[in-house]
């Protein structure tokens, strides 16, 4: 792979990170070696989190909280570091504000549950509207339209404007005093696009709505502060910022966790039970039923040292030079177009883009026999595909492993489609 950008200022040293990952030493189809550009999918796992994973299976493995043995109370710190850990990474003024879930998807559900049966003045009903934007991932957008099928409650969203940016023109009009909840996603999943959070939670506390914002695709890249967010939710998820699957998080404020109900039932969520009532543990463990993902927790503790330890700030400017200099790079592809922002500004290490009127699944097809895996079809966001008239695109997503060599490589990719497709 050619490296033509390997001076751009503020690139993390890749060659020494990506001794840090396996599977990025492999090869594929025939000896291709891997361009992995598929991170908004999910991100590659360091060593550090494969033997944290490992050395918890070898070593501690036991249920958490209730056990007196050694391996029960090492189990127990163990997962409850994590919590530690997750609560020190997005800045939480309490660690029982941080609530253990398998997935971001589990955690926008949860709270969209919670809204649906809880008391005033929380409660989702009929003559009451949700707020969410044409761009969300369908895991911010089938819980609330579920949830108004339920209540009656009407369902609104935000549009988007040609260059993938959010219509916020008429901001007084979709968040109103009939709003009672505004859920959007930080960063876009498909179009890359940052969006102006404070604007949009400040529209929303002057009207008294609850703020839900979905960080999935901001945690792995920037440094995530929920303070000074602002919202009231935080759902992101471990896959994607170097955790293992199978754990996702859900911060809430804690006067809010304390006064709703909670979601699943069953064991470790309660305080007593009857057989004609039940009690409910306090926040966090209100809405953790049964038994947690230990394991993946500990995963997720290991992924957040480790990228605590490079620094968020330090990634983040390593993806934002990465990203102008792939935009760059792709402008010059003829017949290609990026759906979303065409510029670094305000964008996330997603690019979203069709080739002539060459399928995506076509093109992701060619690329992978070149070693280059890249994400096709609608990315769970399609609203967005229908928005800009296109029936899929093709997704380069990068991360901190991710360098400008990569970026040539699907550069020269794409003209090895062109070419077969005449």
């Excluded at 559900?109 to 009451?128: F, I, K, Q, S």
């Excluded at 959007?184 to 709505?209: K, W, Y």
Aim: aromatic share 6%.
């Amino acid at each position: 792979m050619t490296d033509s950008g390997r001076g751009l200022p503020g690139l993390l040293d890749t060659e020494a990170i990506r001794k840090d990952f396996p599977i990025l030493d492999r090869a594929v189809h025939d000896g291709a070696k891997l361009v992995y550009l598929d991170n908004a999918a999910t991100s590659q796992k360091p060593r550090q989190v494969l033997d944290a994973l490992s050395g918890y299976y070898e070593r501690h493995n036991a249920n958490v909280h209730r056990g007196v043995h050694v391996l029960a109370e090492e189990a127990t710190a163990l997962y409850e570091g994590a919590r530690d850990k997750v609560a020190a990474f997005i800045n939480a003024p309490s660690r029982d504000e941080v609530v253990f879930t398998k997935n971001a998807s589990e955690s926008l559900n949860l709270v969209a549950n919670m809204l649906g049966w809880a008391d005033e003045p929380y409660r989702v009903e009929r003559d009451t509207e949700i707020v969410i934007t044409e761009m969300e991932h369908h895991s911010n957008i089938v819980p609330w339209q579920l949830l108004a099928q339920r209540t009656g409650a009407k369902l609104k969203w935000f549009g988007l404007t040609d260059d993938g940016r959010l219509d916020l023109s008429n901001i007084d009009e979709v968040i109103t005093e009939k709003t009672k909840v505004v859920s959007f996603v930080q960063v876009s999943n498909i179009l890359g696009t940052v969006n102006p959070v404070e604007e949009i939670v400040r529209r929303a506390q002057d009207v008294g709505a609850l703020v839900v914002v979905d960080a999935s695709q901001a945690a792995p890249h920037m440094a995530l502060d929920v303070q000074a967010l602002q919202a009231d939710f935080v759902a992101f998820t471990g896959h994607k910022m170097c955790g293992p699957t199978g754990i996702g998080v859900l911060w809430g404020r804690k006067g809010l966790l304390d006064d709703l109900p909670p979601f699943l039932g069953g064991g470790e969520m309660i305080e007593t039970v009857s057989m004609h009532s039940s009690t409910y543990a306090p926040a966090p463990h209100k809405f953790e039923a049964g038994t947690p993902p230990i394991a993946q927790a500990v995963g997720l503790g290991a992924a957040v040292d480790y990228l605590s330890a490079i620094g968020m700030d330090r990634v983040q400017a390593h993806e934002h030079a990465l990203t102008e200099y792939a935009v760059g790079r792709l402008r010059e592809v003829p017949d290609l177009r990026i759906i979303g922002p065409v510029t670094g500004e305000n964008r996330g290490a997603t690019i979203s883009f069709t080739l002539g009127d060459i399928h995506p699944h076509d093109v992701g097809q060619v690329l992978d026999e070149q070693g280059i895996a890249v994400r096709v079809g609608h990315h769970c966001a399609r609203p967005v595909c229908l928005r800009y008239g296109i029936p899929a695109t093709t997704r380069a997503s990068f991360y901190l492993y991710s360098s400008p060599a990569e970026v040539d490589a699907l550069v020269d990719g794409l003209e090895q489609v062109r070419n077969f497709f005449g």
